[in-house]
């Protein structure tokens, strides 16, 4: 588990975190990080919740970024545009609220 939520971080995320392979949950919600998500930022197999809400992220959602181990995703307030990648609506363990806010934070809906 990786927390590093309010705490006024900067700057975008590194693509290096996808590298930590035995990473379950990434949580930096709730700072002002900015830039694209990286498209291989799930490349852990186990990762089970992916905090990026509240920051200041923009662009798309990559295809490569979903993990089919993640059971939960934030990325509400944030600046993200275009559509999502299909991939997220064959999730077994990501449950309809989740997706369902992200298509609200994403003003899909």
Do not use: C, R, W
Request: hydrophobic share 45%; net charge negative; charged share 10%.
């Amino acid at each position: 588990i990786l927390n590093l939520s309010n705490n006024q971080l900067t700057g975008t995320i590194p693509s290096s975190i996808g590298s930590l392979t035995g990473l379950i949950e990434l949580d930096l919600f709730s700072n002002e990080i900015t830039g694209p998500i990286p498209g291989d930022l799930l490349k852990s197999p186990i990762l089970e919740a992916l905090l990026l809400g509240n920051n200041e992220l923009s662009g798309t959602l990559p295809n490569s970024m979903i993990a089919h181990s993640l059971e939960y995703l934030d990325l509400a307030v944030n600046n993200l545009t275009g559509e999502l990648p299909a991939a997220l609506f064959t999730l077994t363990n990501l449950g309809e609220k989740e997706v369902t806010t992200i298509l609200i934070a994403m003003a899909l809906l």
